[in-house]
């Protein structure tokens, strides 16, 4: 079984920029999450879609967005990108809504932002 | 809000030795409690998780963690590391739907060395 993947692996881009980052979740999973991990801050979440819809938002600006498509792909997107930006960007997905369900994550993009 | 606390930030074993690596939680109800490990530019791998019943759980490559209520700790174990087991770790908590939505909360992870 193919686990989540991510798209591209890194990602070069300059300040002021937008950059799209992509994630496929695990085949039968609905829901997607992204997470931040950049230098000094740890693991911090970001985002979290189901069925399509936005479900939570972590403590991010709204130049962090994303959608998530009918396949249950999912795209992240960091408009005007800052220097604080640059992290690695990890997609987990998980099985649906329930009350607890475990999130299994790819490999991650490497943004970096000059 | 729920937190987590790893507060060992790196620790070095020799190989074959026992390991604990500390965590500690902070939420108000019951957790979801997880031990991810991500080795170097890698994604996280789920070594165990904590939703209820039998306090101590086993993991993959011979992990295992104690969920103690009392002391508000998911502390994850192995008898003897391996030169392989070298990466970083990181505890985490899950609130769920009711609680906000199953994001996980990290710690800030124990990066461990393996010392031949």
């Known amino acids: 079984e193919a686990g989540v993947t991510q798209s591209p692996t890194h990602l070069i881009k300059t300040r002021g920029q937008q950059a799209t980052l992509r994630c496929s979740p695990i085949s039968g999973h609905t829901s997607v999450y992204w997470y931040q991990q950049a230098l000094g801050l740890g693991l911090q979440f970001l985002l979290w879609?189901?069925?399509?819809?936005?479900?939570n938002r972590g403590n991010f600006p709204p130049r962090f967005s994303g959608r998530q498509f009918p396949n249950y792909s999912s795209e992240l997107n960091v408009n005007a990108l800052e220097l604080e930006d640059s992290a690695l960007y990890l997609c987990?997905?998980?099985?649906?809504?329930?009350?607890?369900?475990?999130?299994?994550f790819g490999p991650g993009t490497r943004l970096t932002v000059l | 809000a729920q937190s987590v606390t790893q507060p060992d930030i790196h620790i070095t074993v020799s190989e074959g030795a026992s390991l604990e690596l500390r965590c500690n939680y902070s939420y108000g109800a019951t957790p979801y409690l997880f031990w991810y490990v991500q080795s170097p530019g890698q994604g996280l791998q789920l070594l165990l998780k904590y939703f209820s019943g039998d306090t101590l759980v086993q993991g993959i490559k011979g992990f295992e963690a104690e969920f103690k209520r009392s002391q508000s700790s998911f502390n994850l174990r192995k008898p003897s590391v391996h030169w392989s087991d070298a990466a970083e770790y990181f505890c985490?908590?899950?609130?769920?739907?009711?609680?906000?939505?199953?994001?996980?909360?990290f710690g800030t992870g124990t990066q461990l060395k393996v010392e031949l």
């Open positions: 879609y189901d069925e399509g819809e936005e479900r």
């Open positions: 985490a908590v899950g609130a769920g739907l009711t609680g906000g939505g199953n994001k996980l909360t």
């Open positions: 987990a997905s998980s099985i649906g809504l329930a009350d607890y369900n475990e999130q299994f």
